[in-house]
Structures are given as C-alpha cells and as structure tokens.
C-alpha cells in the first residue's frame, strides 16, 4: 500500500477541499454527459447523482421510460441535460460537524403513480449535517393503505441506515 496523500479525484468524482468541509462534484464527467445522446445519456445521468441528488428524482422518471421513449421523454431527457449544463458545478458539500447521530427521513406517495397505481417512498439519511444516502422508488407491490406504504419506506431506509 502506498499513501498518495490527501484525495482530489476519484472515481470521476473531484473532491475539493475548504475551511468548511469537502465539495464532491463531477464537472468533468457532467461535460461529457451533455455531448452523448440516447441510452449512454441515461445510465450516464444515473451515475451523475452520486454528487447531485438534485435531479435523482428526474432522472429516475427518465429511466422508467427508456425501454419505449416517446418524443415527451426525449424532450424531458433534453431539460434536465439542459439543467445539468447550466448547473455543472453543482456538487454535494461535506461538512466537519460536531454531531455524530445518524437522522433518517422517509416520505411516502401512496399510490401515486396514475399507471401502476404503485407508491413511491424516498428517503434520506444525515450523519450530522451532511446528507450521506438518498433514495426515491417506487415500490414493487400495491400497498392497501397508506400506513402500509409508509411502512415499506421505513423498512428501506431502517435496512439501508444499518
């Protein structure tokens, strides 16, 4: 093993240090992303949200369309390209923070998808003041009610926080 010293990149991911913490982001990667087209732009937006959690939400509405992509999927693939390119140097900021407790929040949709009638839950988990997991799904089964739905949100995230 061998000690490089402090880290800068990684996985396509730029880690810039300051007085206040860490900022992760991919300006590098996000370039790239808007010069491709198609499939290659969805799996590419998806590894995009390691640092943006920002468009998580769109760009797993995108995905769920991409085996049949209609002209409306393709102009809404266009907007967040086009977000993404007026926002390249967003990123996701890392704090030094006094608190040490892990905080999770779990929202839940019940049935709120018009087709499926599926529910959707997300979740996010803060270790102290920086935000550390997110997710938004939609879940698998129906859900009878909406406390089952929330349950099934606060089993992801009880599972995914251990």
């Known amino acids: 093993m061998k000690d490089l010293g402090p880290l800068h990149y990684f996985l396509d991911i730029i880690v810039s240090r300051y007085a206040g913490g860490l900022f992760l982001f991919q300006k590098k990667y996000a370039i790239e992303i808007i010069e491709k087209a198609g499939m290659s732009l969805v799996g590419a937006l998806q590894y995009l949200t390691f640092t943006r959690p920002d468009i998580s939400y769109d760009v797993q509405?995108?995905?769920?369309?991409?085996?049949?992509?209609?002209?409306?999927?393709?102009?809404?693939?266009?907007r967040i390209v086009r977000y993404v390119q007026g926002t390249i140097d967003y990123g996701?900021?890392?704090?030094?923070?006094?608190?040490?407790?892990?905080?999770?929040?779990?929202?839940?949709?019940?049935?709120?998808?018009?087709d499926t009638r599926r529910s959707t839950s997300g979740y996010c988990v803060f270790l102290g003041d920086n935000l550390v997991s997110w997710s938004s799904k939609r879940?698998?089964?129906?859900?009878?009610?909406?406390v089952e739905a929330e349950n099934q949100g606060v089993t992801n995230v009880v599972s995914k926080s251990c």
């Open 139 to 146: 879940h698998a089964t129906l859900s009878r009610s909406s």
């Open 92 to 114: 996701l900021h890392l704090y030094p923070s006094s608190t040490t407790s892990l905080i999770s929040y779990i929202d839940a949709d019940w049935v709120g998808c018009p």
């Open 61 to 78: 509405q995108i995905c769920l369309v991409m085996h049949n992509p209609k002209v409306d999927h393709m102009s809404a693939l266009k």
